[in-house]
């Protein structure tokens, strides 16, 4: 699992680096900018909450899953 989510977890990255970066202006680019970010913490906090669920309920050891 823990492999998983770090494959996820900077999935919007590139995304919000260019808009950073002014990829893209104006009233639209602020609000599409705002989402993606509220969009990434939603992913990584999910991506988080999997992963400790699973710790807390002992899956990976010895399970062959990879926390």
Same mark, same amino acid.
């Given at each position: 699992m823990r492999e998983m989510s770090d494959r996820h977890w900077r999935q919007f990255d590139d995304s919000v680096r260019?808009?950073? $970066?002014?990829?893209?202006? $104006?009233?639209s680019a602020r609000v599409f900018e705002r989402e993606l970010r509220r969009n990434r913490q939603v992913l990584q906090a999910q991506l988080q909450k999997a992963v400790d669920s699973l710790r807390r309920s002992g899956v990976g050891?010895?399970?062959g899953v990879v926390l």
């Open positions: 260019l808009m950073d $970066g002014k990829a893209w202006v $104006g009233p050891s010895g399970s």
